[in-house]
């Protein structure tokens, strides 16, 4: 038989050898089971299809609809000074570097090694009396080691691929920081807002009543009242001042809550002003639902890219069922003796280059449980997913519903004060006049009190409805290319 023919046929039992061998080590019965839900098939209810829509989303600085200015610059503030931020942005940063490093695995390697040593040669009944016993020479080399993956099955691709689907996740996540961090500022800026507010209501009532007070006084004094009268006026002063020094209290406490969520010191909120909300247009939602609608929240986008990720990883897993071959060499050179620089020398040169094959053959099942391990973080990955989408969902409708119900209610608590106010004013006219007695003043005064509180608390929760929308909207952030097209399924 030829010679020739002779290498050709021993190769090629290498390799059925090697893929015989291989076949011990399978991946039968193991795979993903877990399903992607298309956002398209989540039914949507009457709130979001009857929603406004025009395809017009809100501004990446969402919260300048209210247009207060102290707002927008705290924001600010808390976007660069804010700890947690400052951690979602490390984490960022770490997921971008831990991809560097699966990305260099992909490179050439290019090592070098030098060594100058002085050696001693012995001169004993083991080492014999050879030329150079007893001698001391110098043993010295220089060498470039290379390495190259050929990466045949894609393990070391699907590795950099997957860091690089999480660095997209830590990104995503950050971005859900920072969404968050901005509702809850608008948040406690409304109940700051709020206290404010409440607490004008009860001055304004301590003025009436101390007014009522005077008035009751001037009518004993004058012979036309009574003491029993004077004792009803004084009786709610206590109350209204103890009000009046919890909404101090409140105030005092906001200030304090925002300078924490802005990452700064007590001192700090000491600077914030009495807030200047108000709610501009009205939010409309993108006439493509639910897909477009969905697309926009960081907390979708991290989901998405952590399926992405777990795909790959798979991939991963399943390669390690193959041969790996490397292509590995060196050049340098070497010597033993001579001068301290003889192994520079060209007939001192040195090399060897040729591929490096390691194949799994017998582990323990430990390669079955990795790919197994991995299938299982696929499902769980998906799973996560489709919970945050109908949870997305969910979140929107409930905004949708509250935004629309907070507007109703903002009519009706502003008909409530209207008819309260005037009763209240038709009961101290006569009061005045004595044709009536006080407990129909106080009546009406608890009346408009509640009337107030009630519609303060209802534009309060107006304003923060609107805040949870925008977030369940995703903040306003564009959807783009930052979201992985998950149509390939793990398999």
Same mark, same amino acid.
């Given at each position: 038989?030829?010679?020739?023919?002779?290498? %050709?046929?021993?190769?090629?039992?290498?390799?059925?050898?090697?893929?015989?061998?291989?076949?011990?080590? &399978?991946?039968?019965?193991?795979?993903?089971?877990? $399903?992607?839900?298309?956002?398209?098939?989540?039914?949507?209810?009457?709130?979001?299809?009857?929603?406004?829509?025009?395809?017009?989303?809100?501004?990446?600085?969402?919260?300048?609809?209210?247009?207060?200015?102290? *707002?927008?610059?705290?924001?600010? !503030?808390?976007?660069?000074?804010?700890?947690?931020?400052?951690?979602?942005?490390?984490?960022?940063?770490?997921?971008?570097?831990?991809?560097?490093?699966?990305?260099?695995?992909?490179?050439?390697?290019?090592?070098?090694?030098?060594?100058?040593?002085?050696?001693?040669?012995?001169?004993?009944?083991?080492?014999?009396?050879?030329?150079?016993?007893?001698?001391?020479?110098?043993?010295?080399?220089?060498? *470039?080691?290379?390495? #190259?993956?050929?990466?045949?099955?894609?393990?070391?691709?699907?590795?950099?691929?997957?860091?690089?689907?999480?660095?997209?996740?830590?990104?995503?996540?950050?971005?859900?920081?920072?969404?968050? @961090?901005?509702?809850?500022?608008?948040?406690?800026?409304?109940? /700051?807002?709020?206290?404010?507010?409440?607490?004008?209501?009860?001055? =304004?009532?301590?003025?009436?009543? %101390?007014?009522?007070?005077?008035?009751?006084?001037?009518?004993?004094?004058? &012979?036309?009242?009574?003491?029993?009268?004077?004792?009803?006026?004084?009786?709610?002063?206590? %109350?209204?001042?103890?009000? @009046?020094? =919890? @909404?101090?209290?409140?105030?005092?406490?906001?200030?304090?809550?925002?300078?924490?969520?802005?990452?700064?010191?007590?001192?700090?909120?000491?600077?914030?002003?009495?807030?200047?909300?108000? !709610?501009?247009?009205? !939010?409309?939602?993108?006439?493509?639902?639910?897909?477009?609608?969905?697309?926009?929240?960081?907390?979708?986008?991290?989901?998405?890219?952590?399926?992405?990720?777990?795909?790959?990883?798979?991939?991963?897993?399943?390669?390690?069922?193959?041969?790996?071959?490397?292509?590995?060499?060196?050049?340098? #050179?070497?010597?033993?003796?001579?001068?301290?620089?003889?192994?520079?020398?060209?007939?001192?040169?040195? #090399?060897?280059?040729?591929?490096?094959?390691?194949?799994?053959?017998?582990?323990?099942?430990?390669?079955?449980?990795?790919?197994?391990?991995?299938?299982?973080?696929?499902?769980?990955?998906?799973?996560?997913?489709?919970?945050?989408?109908?949870?997305?969902?969910?979140?929107?409708?409930?905004?949708?519903?509250?935004?629309?119900?907070?507007?109703?209610?903002?009519? /009706?608590?502003?008909?409530?004060?209207?008819?309260?106010?005037?009763?209240?004013?038709?009961?101290?006219?006569?009061?005045?006049?004595?044709?009536?007695?006080?407990?129909?003043?106080?009546?009406?005064?608890?009346?408009?009190?509640?009337?107030? $509180?009630?519609?303060? $608390?209802?534009?309060?929760?107006? @304003?923060?409805?609107? =805040?949870?929308?925008?977030?369940? *909207?995703?903040?306003? !952030?564009? =959807?783009?290319?930052?979201?992985?097209?998950?149509?390939?399924?793990?398999?």
């Amino acid at each position: 038989m030829p010679r020739c023919i002779s290498r %050709e046929l021993k190769t090629l039992s290498v390799w059925v050898l090697t893929l015989t061998i291989s076949g011990c080590i &399978g991946t039968g019965g193991i795979a993903p089971q877990g $399903q992607v839900l298309p956002a398209n098939q989540l039914a949507t209810d009457a709130a979001i299809r009857e929603a406004a829509r025009d395809a017009h989303w809100p501004t990446r600085q969402w919260w300048q609809a209210y247009g207060d200015r102290q *707002l927008d610059r705290w924001i600010d !503030l808390a976007v660069q000074g804010s700890p947690s931020l400052a951690m979602a942005a490390a984490r960022v940063r770490q997921a971008k570097a831990m991809a560097g490093i699966a990305e260099a695995a992909e490179s050439l390697q290019i090592n070098g090694e030098s060594t100058l040593k002085r050696h001693n040669w012995p001169t004993d009944q083991f080492y014999g009396p050879g030329e150079l016993a007893d001698t001391t020479t110098w043993d010295n080399n220089a060498a *470039l080691g290379l390495s #190259y993956a050929l990466d045949l099955w894609g393990r070391e691709r699907n590795a950099s691929e997957r860091a690089v689907d999480l660095a997209h996740v830590s990104i995503a996540e950050a971005r859900q920081a920072q969404l968050e @961090l901005q509702n809850n500022i608008v948040r406690a800026y409304i109940q /700051f807002s709020l206290h404010y507010a409440q607490r004008d209501i009860v001055a =304004a009532t301590l003025r009436q009543q %101390e007014q009522i007070l005077d008035l009751a006084q001037k009518r004993l004094d004058g &012979g036309i009242g009574t003491h029993f009268e004077v004792s009803q006026a004084q009786a709610p002063l206590p %109350e209204t001042h103890r009000q @009046l020094d =919890a @909404l101090d209290e409140a105030i005092a406490l906001s200030r304090n809550q925002l300078a924490a969520l802005a990452g700064q010191g007590p001192g700090a909120g000491a600077q914030l002003q009495r807030p200047t909300l108000v !709610l501009g247009a009205p !939010l409309k939602l993108p006439s493509a639902l639910p897909a477009e609608l969905l697309g926009q929240r960081p907390d979708v986008v991290a989901g998405r890219w952590q399926v992405a990720a777990q795909a790959r990883g798979i991939d991963v897993a399943r390669a390690g069922f193959y041969p790996n071959v490397d292509l590995v060499g060196s050049l340098g #050179y070497m010597a033993t003796g001579g001068g301290a620089l003889e192994f520079l020398t060209g007939k001192k040169l040195t #090399y060897n280059v040729g591929p490096a094959i390691t194949l799994p053959i017998f582990d323990g099942g430990r390669l079955r449980s990795q790919l197994g391990e991995a299938a299982a973080g696929y499902d769980i990955a998906v799973a996560h997913y489709n919970q945050t989408l109908v949870n997305a969902l969910k979140s929107i409708s409930d905004q949708l519903i509250r935004r629309e119900s907070m507007d109703k209610q903002q009519a /009706f608590a502003a008909e409530s004060v209207a008819a309260a106010q005037r009763t209240y004013d038709i009961a101290k006219v006569a009061f005045q006049r004595g044709l009536t007695d006080y407990l129909n003043v106080l009546n009406a005064q608890s009346l408009l009190f509640k009337q107030q $509180q009630v519609q303060q $608390q209802v534009e309060a929760a107006r @304003l923060t409805a609107h =805040a949870d929308l925008v977030t369940a *909207l995703g903040g306003g !952030l564009e =959807a783009g290319s930052d979201s992985p097209d998950l149509n390939h399924n793990a398999e």
